[in-house]
Structure formats: C-alpha cells, structure tokens
C-alpha cells in the first residue's frame, strides 16, 4: 500500500506537506515530493518489489507517481513499473494491473484509475486549484473544511451504495475511468 497527493493551480507548500503526512500509515518507507510554481506532487511509500522506485519519478520531460502494481510493466521495455507509466504516455490504455496515477507532462496532469478502480482516488476542484489523493482525509486536510454532502447521504440510504462519483463530502469526488483524467490548468 502506498499514497499519492497532489495540488495543481495555488499550492499552499506547508498546508500540501502536512495533507501528505496524514498519509503516512499508507507507506511508512518513505516519502518523496516534487515541488514547483503552481504543481505539488506527493508520494508516501511502502516498499514491497523495489526498494529503489523512488516518486515522484521525473524522466522524459514528465513527472509521475502511483499507487498499486502494473503487471504488464516489462513490456514496455521498463525496469519499473513507474517508468511503464511514463513510456505508455500518452495511451495508457495498455496499463494491466491494479493502480491509480498521477503523471505531469509539463503542459497537462494526467490522473488515472485501473479499470476496476481496485485503488483509491478521490479529487477536488475550484477555480484555482484541483487536488487530488489516495484518501480524502488529505483532501479535507488540505482545505482545511469538510461540508457534508447530503446527496450521497440520500443515495447510500436508498440504495445502499454512493451515487456516482459521489462521496460524503460536498465537493468531493472519486475517480473511475479507465481514461486520465486531462487537466489543462496553466500551469
């Protein structure tokens, strides 16, 4: 089990550090950021096939982190899985495993989410900043409030499950498609 946590737009550094520590029991090994104007990248890591994956990884121009394990990542000729990541940009649709993800291009941030959604994703989204973590817990961290959500109040009562992509927080969403989530946010 790991972690990712991220803030495209108005980074707020101390708050973004603080909203990754309260990842720390997803992976105790470690903890890697990148941080630049307007982009914020989190990893919390628990060691488990390589010891020396360390994320975010910056190759190639991009920068990626994830969380879970990609099965196929020696067919793309990579040592890790991370490094799969970054030489499947931009179809990751040839990804097997299960994993969600974060990768910056430069330009665009690129979040994705195995097909069966095996690992967590949650994100976040006003006018000046999207955010994004393997919890919510982080989310909520790093904004400081939690607003209650009473839709999915309403449909976890109902029908016994969340509606959507929607959680308990107002605001709050969980991702599931297979295909990246593209943000273009000038950076």
Not at 88 to 103: E, V
């Amino acid at each position: 089990m790991c972690a990712i946590f991220g803030v495209v737009g108005e980074v707020e550094y101390e708050r973004a550090v603080r909203a990754l520590q309260t990842l720390a029991h997803r992976g105790f090994d470690g903890e890697g950021i990148y941080h630049k104007d307007g982009l914020f990248l989190g990893h919390r890591r628990l060691y488990i096939l390589d010891p020396k994956a360390h994320q975010p990884l910056e190759r190639e121009g991009k920068v990626a982190l994830f969380n879970g394990e990609i099965y196929n990542y020696e067919e793309f000729g990579a040592t890790s899985e991370l490094e799969a990541i970054i030489q499947s940009y931009p179809d990751f649709s040839r990804l097997k495993g299960m994993f969600a993800f974060g990768l910056y291009d430069g330009k665009r941030l690129y979040l994705g989410r195995d097909i069966f959604g095996k690992k967590p994703l949650y994100y976040y989204q006003d006018e000046s900043r999207f955010v994004f973590a393997s919890e919510i817990k982080a989310i909520v961290s790093y904004l400081g409030q939690k607003r209650f959500n009473p839709k999915a109040l309403s449909g976890y009562l109902s029908f016994g499950a969340l509606p959507d992509r929607h959680t308990f927080y107002q605001g709050i969403y969980r991702k599931f498609a297979v295909k990246p989530l593209d943000l273009s946010m000038g950076i």
